[in-house]
């Protein structure tokens, strides 16, 4: 097996001379986001989606199998991967703070600013970092943090308000995506006409709730039959109480709420259509931007990203929203294409990875090698564009993380649950005793382990001494295109024959952890 510095030397080797040979001097990267997106694509196996313009990304792109958010909620998320920091280390595990509050942030790059800081045209439009919580330091051009539009009068809209479609009668005839790509397209020209290599980032809302879309788009539409409800939408077996977000779900329904209370499968069905026509609809927005840089002539001098801030859940498992640590909540779609890469293009690669990992391992691919800042988290997967197999990477973990506050004993039919509120501890400061725990996951080749720990609200860490509940979960047989895989419901943490391996993974999980302060 080759050394790391063999690796480095060659990853490096290749993209000089391809640099070289297309004219490159430093290339463009456009930084794609979408919101609240599992990997439902066409291209991650799911031919009934209509995703055209991701899955002919797909087809140029070395297209991530396990890819992996550092946190299933979106501002802690947003806040961990473009600051190339763990959310341990950026502190922002809620939505009060960001990456900027950290003790000694002031001195910390971002990802964007990186590339500002090599000479780089730099901006952004829509949901990039998270909504009122942008990085002036990151642009060298002014962003857009476009402001949402929900569900209002003239819409069709869903009596639970958790879709609805843009009508004729629609007072705003047009939807918040239609914005952003206003201005992200805009900012496209402005990069091109800077006379600089640049990186602008365009983040769109959808497929968040609510699912609000243009006619032709509307779920009934593009998919008017053959959706399932889920086949597994009770919890998984022996999973503890503050594993759950079920009183925190995103829906609105009569039926939602507790570890008890399953949505009848006819509105199953029907959110489920509407999260598909928000999918499509994202596709078509990706699209827009994608065919812009075609019109530029700028497709093969731009790394193109795109990911999502973290997946979701539909039902499966009783949850309709992200905010825990299953493989379904964790799990995003990874496409990265690198034009002057030709060994992955179109490729696969199933080495575990992180959102964090994508700081380095953008730097190293626009041949920024060695020039990142030393406390930058995370670990450069570059070599992939190479090899999409490459053996080193082949027992890398993937981590995630999801805070619990407010548990106690919730209402529910009958009598009441034992949960945890407090919308996943969202607007709850880490010093509150309304904080109580935190559930570190590890993904690794074959298995997802977790471990509840103990809050405690004067380190604001946890204490490993007081590890309250686990799970483990065996994905040996998990295909990656089945949301509803057996699989996921099963926690085997408690069987003895999983014993010696449950050690062994809390042994290295908090060693890991630790590390990251």
Not at 41 to 64: C, E, I, K, R, V
Not at 446 to 458: E, G, I, K, Q
Request: proline content about 6%; hydrophobic content about 35%.
């Amino acid at each position: 097996m080759r050394s790391h510095a063999m690796e480095r030397l060659t990853l490096a080797w290749l993209l000089a001379v391809v640099h070289s040979a297309v004219g490159l001097a430093s290339p463009n990267i456009l930084y794609l986001v979408a919101d609240d997106l599992r990997p439902q694509l066409g291209s991650y196996g799911h031919g009934y989606m209509h995703t055209p313009n991701l899955d002919q990304l797909a087809a140029t792109s070395l297209q991530f199998e396990r890819a992996y958010t550092n946190f299933a909620y979106c501002a802690p998320s947003r806040n961990s991967f473009l600051s190339g920091r763990r959310p341990d280390r950026t502190r922002a595990l809620n939505f009060l703070t960001t990456f900027r509050d950290a003790a000694g942030a002031d001195s910390w790059i971002a990802m964007p600013e990186f590339f500002k800081r090599q000479g780089y045209f730099t901006s952004s439009a829509g949901k990039v970092y998270h909504d009122h919580m942008d990085d002036d330091r990151s642009w060298s051009y002014p962003s857009n943090q476009t402001h949402w539009i929900q569900c209002g009068a003239g819409d069709m809209i869903d009596p639970n308000g958790n879709y609805c479609g843009v009508t004729n009668s629609s007072v705003i005839p047009y939807t918040d995506e239609d914005m952003i790509l206003e201005q992200g397209l805009a900012r496209l020209d402005l990069a091109v006409n800077s006379g600089k290599p640049w990186w602008v980032s365009i983040g769109v809302h959808r497929p968040h709730t609510s699912y609000r879309v243009p006619e032709g788009f509307y779920g009934t539409e593009l998919y008017p039959e053959h959706v399932l409800p889920p086949q597994h939408p009770g919890p998984p077996e022996n999973a503890p109480f503050m594993s759950g977000n079920w009183e925190g779900g995103d829906i609105n329904d009569t039926a939602h709420g507790c570890p008890g209370c399953v949505v009848p499968s006819s509105r199953a069905v029907e959110y489920r259509k509407w999260y598909y026509g928000a999918v499509s609809w994202t596709d078509h927005n990706m699209g827009r931007a994608l065919d812009k840089l075609v019109e530029l002539g700028e497709e093969n001098r731009t790394i193109v990203v795109f990911h999502s801030d973290h997946g979701y859940q539909l039902g499966e498992l009783n949850e309709w929203s992200k905010k825990t640590d299953t493989e379904l909540a964790t799990r995003v779609p990874l496409l990265i294409r690198v034009p002057w890469a030709p060994a992955s293009h179109g490729q696969r690669t199933k080495a575990v990875t992180e959102l964090v990992d994508l700081y380095r391992t953008l730097a190293d691919l626009a041949g920024f090698q060695g020039m990142v800042q030393p406390g930058v988290q995370g670990t450069s997967v570059a070599q992939l564009f190479e090899d999409p197999t490459a053996a080193s990477l082949a027992n890398k973990r993937g981590y995630s993380q999801i805070g619990r506050c407010a548990c106690g004993m919730y209402p529910s039919p009958g009598g009441s649950a034992h949960e945890c509120g407090a919308n996943a501890c969202a607007r709850v400061e880490l010093g509150s005793p309304l904080f109580e725990f935190m559930g570190y996951s590890m993904r690794t080749d074959l298995f997802r382990y977790t471990a509840w720990v103990r809050w405690d609200n004067s380190t604001l860490k946890v204490d490993w001494s007081r590890v309250e509940a686990q799970e483990l979960y065996d994905l040996s047989d998990d295909p990656g295109t089945d949301f509803d895989f057996a699989g996921y419901s099963h926690n085997l943490a408690g069987n003895p024959v999983y014993g010696t391996m449950v050690s062994q993974f809390q042994a290295e999980l908090e060693e890991e952890v630790n590390s990251w302060y």
